[in-house]
Structure formats: structure tokens, C-alpha cells
């Protein structure tokens, strides 16, 4: 009699064991859906798709758009996912090994149980419980250890709609798209429909010229963006190329120069926020918010290069990277006027060229820009004060330096023969031609 209770005793904690799923306890959160003004308590399951599951009190699941939610809720919603992504970003063949390490424990386990009951069963010995009381350990173990995890492994977000994106960009003269797979691309010469250079008082006496972002070498945005478990700082990171596209064609670089400085403060950019680089490109440093009135009001200004929209500003609370999750169960920056300006980090997975470290280290794919003329220093005390059309592929730029006015005219032809003119305040001038280098 006393084997037979010991026996029954056995099996009611080993039925125990097998049954412990979910871990030791849920701790409940109290939600407002501002759909229905309903207040719920219930644990956060998952979130996917632009659904939010949750688990109530007496274990029942249910779904809901994230859009029902308050913005505080959302902010919950999004930073408990991240942790659930972070914790379990590890690569396949580590979980399969996790797997199978964890089967075969219990499975031991098992067997260690199961002859104990038999021997203590047909042999009458209480020694015989020993290696059950192990085998009993083994799968408690495991499922302590495993029961607690969810199963959720990606930050999904929605991908971004094609027809919709390319709907901004081509709003632009002489900007086009096409898509594969996994981007969309964005092709232009370069140049945005609007006056440059005006305003700048740091200059390092490039002049802009057309690029060729067409082919394989347009701007690419990612089409399935995916949150980032670490995203990168743009104050230690992405000192190098753009990270952002702006609906225009044009290339939006960090708003730190290469140097870690704020090229806004220093003077280096012009009215609308940008300059031209060592080749002759021109690209922005701040967002370009002037595009608002082409766009529209709530359409987006640019593109990052993480595939996440840029807006303008907006009274809504921002995170830590300037952005804040949408109703469409996406991500989305916005801009602010101090610095960091916007995208204060890479909140969505980028490609890193190993060819660049940080902070100099650039996002791939990045179009090539045609080197022209040789790289110039800064002329001190120069301040651009006009800047215009003298036909195509003609402009001329006028700065002041010592209370007096220079001029350079440019054009280029049909073969990209660059010629440069550089009069000066006397009238005199001096000639320069050059051809793009290969």
C-alpha cells in the first residue's frame, strides 16, 4: 500500500510537470481601447501584422488593431515587442541546436522516469525512485527553462506600398522609378528644381553639377523594412553618404558634415538646407520641410535609407529617434528644428559597408558620384549671394569676398564637356575645361 501512494504521488507531480507552460505566473496590464472606451486587463501576447494579441485573465486571446490603442499604450506595445526581438534575434542553426539539446533532455528524462516506475513497481524498492526523482528534474528544468518564452521571433511591419511611394517621387520633373523585389529606386540628375547655394558662408568652392543617379546606380529605399534590435546613432554613425532620399531626387546626407560637426551651424549650407560636396554634388544635410507644399500636408517629404517615411513636424510625442510607430503598424520619422534635425538614429535594419568604419561608415547600396573638378579648401570670408539659370545645363553663382563680387559661369553639353568661366570683380576672367574622370 505504502509503494502504491508513493507511485500515485509520482504521477500527479509528474502530470504537474508536463502541464507547466507559460512560466509561473502573469502579471496583467490594465489597456484602453479608445475605440470603444473599453478598459481591459489583460498580458501582451505578440504583435504582428498590425495586430496587437492579447491574453485576459481568464486565458482567452484576443486581437486588436494597434490603431485602438492610446499612443502611450502603442509606445508599451512597441518597446515589449523589441525586447521579444532582441531576446530571440539568434540565428537558425542556434535555435535548431536549442531544439534539439532541449528534446533530448527531455527525453532522457523520460526514460529515467519511466524505468524507475517500472523497477519500483516490479523490484518493490524505494532505491529505484532516485533516478526517477532525476529523471524529474531534467524535465522540470527544460520547462522552466523554455516555458516562459514566446514564440515571436521578427518585428514585423507592414512593407511599404510601391504604387504609393513612387506617386511622391514622380510628382518631380525629371525624377523616375522602378522596382524589383526588395526596392524601389529612384533616379534623377541630381539637381533639385530650386534655387542653391544661396545663403552659404562656409564655402568650399564647389559648384553644383548634374550626377548620374539613373540605372544601377539610382537611390535605392528598401521595400520590406524591418525594425533594427540595435539601431545605429546618427551622432557616432552614418557620417558618410546619405541616409535619407527626399521626394525630389535628392540625396539627404546626416546633418553631421564629415568632420562631426553640425554643417548648418557652421554656416556650410544654403536657404534650403544643402551644399554641394567634393564632387560637385549637391545634396541636403537638413530635411528638406520646403517640400511640404508640393507633397502635400501629411504626405511624406523623403524616404530614409531603412525604408521608413520622413515627415515634417508634428505635435505628437517622437522617441529617442525621432520617429514614432503609426496606425498602419509601421514606423515613421519626423523632423524637429534643432538638432539632430531628424532620424537621430537608424531606427530600421540597414547593410553597412565593410569598406567603412564608424563613424565615417555609409549605408549600401549608395550610388557613385563623377569626380570633376580637384577638391578645394574653404575660401575664407566668401559668402554666396546668388545663384541661377542662364539656359540648360548653364548657371552662374556670384559670392562676395572684401565687399566685392565674383562670378563663375558654368555649362556642360551632351558629351559632359565641363567649361568654367571665373570673372572677376575687374572683368577679367579666366577659362577651365574638364571631363568627368573615369
Known amino acids: 500500500m505504502k509503494n502504491l501512494i508513493l507511485i500515485v504521488a509520482f504521477f500527479l507531480i509528474n502530470s504537474n510537470l508536463f502541464a507547466h507552460e507559460g512560466g509561473h505566473g502573469v502579471s496583467l496590464k490594465t489597456w484602453k481601447v479608445t475605440s470603444t472606451n473599453e478598459q481591459i486587463s489583460a498580458d501582451f501576447i505578440k504583435y504582428e501584422n498590425n495586430k496587437v494579441w492579447l491574453l485576459d485573465g481568464n486565458h482567452n486571446i484576443k486581437a486588436y488593431l494597434i490603431s485602438d490603442f492610446s499612443n502611450e499604450d502603442q509606445k508599451y506595445i512597441q518597446t515589449r515587442t523589441e525586447l521579444i526581438y532582441s531576446l530571440n534575434n539568434t540565428k537558425n542553426t542556434d535555435l535548431d541546436t536549442i531544439s534539439y539539446s532541449k528534446w533530448a533532455l527531455i527525453l532522457l528524462g523520460s526514460i529515467l522516469l519511466l524505468l524507475s516506475i517500472i523497477q519500483l513497481i516490479k523490484l518493490k524498492k524505494i532505491i529505484h525512485l532516485s533516478y526517477g526523482f532525476i529523471g524529474a528534474c531534467l524535465i522540470l528544468f527544460v520547462s ?74 539610382s537611390w535605392a529605399i528598401p521595400l520590406h523594412p524591418k525594425m533594427a534590435a540595435n539601431p545605429l546613432s546618427t551622432k557616432t554613425n552614418l557620417l558618410k553618404g546619405a541616409i535619407a532620399v527626399a521626394v525630389n531626387g535628392i540625396p539627404i546626407f546626416n546633418p553631421l558634415n564629415n568632420r562631426g560637426e553640425d554643417a548648418n551651424a557652421i554656416g556650410e ?163 577651365e575645361k574638364y571631363k568627368p574622370r573615369k
Open 269 to 431: 549650407l544654403d536657404k534650403w538646407g544643402g551644399h554641394c560636396g567634393r564632387a560637385d554634388d549637391y545634396h541636403y544635410h537638413l530635411p528638406p520641410v520646403h517640400l511640404q507644399k508640393q507633397v502635400g500636408a501629411g504626405n511624406p517629404i523623403a524616404y530614409a535609407v531603412d525604408g521608413f517615411p520622413v515627415y515634417g513636424e508634428t505635435t505628437e510625442k517622437l522617441d529617442e529617434y525621432l520617429g514614432k510607430m503609426n496606425a498602419n503598424g509601421s514606423y515613421e520619422y519626423h523632423t524637429i528644428k534643432e538638432y539632430p534635425y531628424f532620424i537621430a538614429g537608424m531606427r530600421g535594419e540597414v547593410n553597412l559597408d565593410p569598406n567603412t568604419k564608424a563613424p565615417e561608415n555609409q549605408v549600401l547600396p549608395q550610388p557613385r558620384t563623377h569626380e570633376l573638378r580637384p577638391a578645394l579648401r574653404p575660401l575664407r570670408g566668401a559668402e554666396i549671394t546668388d545663384f541661377k539659370s542662364l539656359g540648360t545645363n548653364s548657371y552662374a553663382l556670384t559670392y562676395r569676398l572684401n565687399s566685392e563680387d565674383y562670378i563663375i559661369k558654368y555649362k556642360w553639353d551632351s558629351s559632359n564637356n565641363y567649361t568654367y568661366e571665373f570673372i572677376n570683380p575687374d572683368g577679367t576672367s579666366t577659362i
Open 144 to 217: 522552466c527553462k523554455n516555458g516562459s518564452s514566446i514564440k515571436t521571433t521578427t518585428l514585423n511591419v507592414p512593407s511599404n506600398n510601391v504604387s504609393l511611394m513612387q506617386s511622391f517621387f514622380e510628382k518631380f520633373e525629371g525624377v523616375t522609378t522602378h522596382s524589383d523585389n526588395n526596392y524601389l529606386y529612384i533616379s534623377s540628375n541630381g539637381l533639385p528644381n530650386h534655387e542653391m547655394m544661396v545663403g552659404i558662408t562656409n564655402w568650399q568652392q564647389q559648384v553644383p553639377i548634374n550626377q548620374n543617379y539613373t540605372g544601377e546606380n
